[in-house]
């Protein structure tokens, strides 16, 4: 049998094709986490949220797998938000909060989650494993599209969607911005980058 693959179970929430804003409903899913504050190409939390991440990703992999469930870890994603949402039209990087996340299967309980934060912290020696969490959400209806290209280019497809789809659908935003990182920027060309961008929504108070 092959490795669970969030990727491949859920192609509508991490393989969509649409480069135009589409509905959709997403179904509650759990995750490790992380949050943080700050611009995350300066910000020393940052790289130490994404490296406390995996530590325990591969923890919880590798145990799985002992016990007889394997499976593949998912992509990074993150939730972003701010105050004054105009410091993401404006790229103010230092005011974004965020929090990092890694997908789940959901056989995995928030003991099992638990254990292998320990084991990871006392292994890998990284302080930022301490505020490893375990986060269950449940977004339901979002407008999603696949953006193509560098992260500071999604300006223009972030604004369409406040300015254009959502009005026009009779829409507002609830929660937080959601990405999923389906690249490495390490390795791949910064106009070649897949991001899936992701918004709760409601419908507007008339």
Same mark, same amino acid.
């Given at each position: ?117 320990? #084991? !990871? $912290?006392?292994?890998?020696? /990284? *302080? +930022?494993?301490?505020?490893? %969490?375990?986060?269950?959400? &449940? @977004? ?18 972030? #604004? !369409? $969607?406040?300015?254009?789809? /959502? *009005? +026009?659908?009779?829409?507002? %935003?609830?929660?937080?911005? &959601? @990405? ?27």
């Amino acid at each position: 049998m092959s490795p669970y693959d969030v990727k491949r179970e859920h192609k509508d929430l991490y393989a969509p094709k649409n480069r135009e804003w589409a509905l959709l409903e997403v179904p509650p899913q759990q995750f490790i986490a992380v949050s943080g504050k700050g611009n995350p190409n300066t910000v020393p939390a940052y790289p130490q949220a994404v490296a406390a991440l995996y530590a325990v990703a591969y923890t919880l992999k590798f145990a799985s797998k002992r016990a007889g469930r394997d499976f593949v870890v998912g992509p990074l994603e993150g939730l972003w938000w701010a105050p004054d949402p105009e410091v993401f039209t404006a790229r103010a990087k230092d005011e974004w909060q965020w929090r990092m996340l890694i997908s789940q299967p959901d056989w995995l309980t928030a003991a099992d989650i638990k254990d292998a934060t320990e #084991t !990871a $912290l006392a292994s890998k020696k /990284l *302080p +930022a494993i301490e505020q490893v %969490e375990h986060e269950t959400l &449940h @977004e339901g209806r979002c407008a999603q599209v696949l953006h193509v290209g560098s992260y500071d280019d999604e300006t223009p497809i972030m #604004t !369409a $969607l406040h300015t254009e789809y /959502l *009005p +026009a659908n009779g829409l507002t %935003e609830r929660d937080r911005h &959601h @990405e999923v990182y389906l690249g490495d920027p390490r390795r791949t060309a910064p106009e070649k980058l897949r991001t899936v961008l992701r918004q709760p929504v409601r419908p507007r108070q008339i």
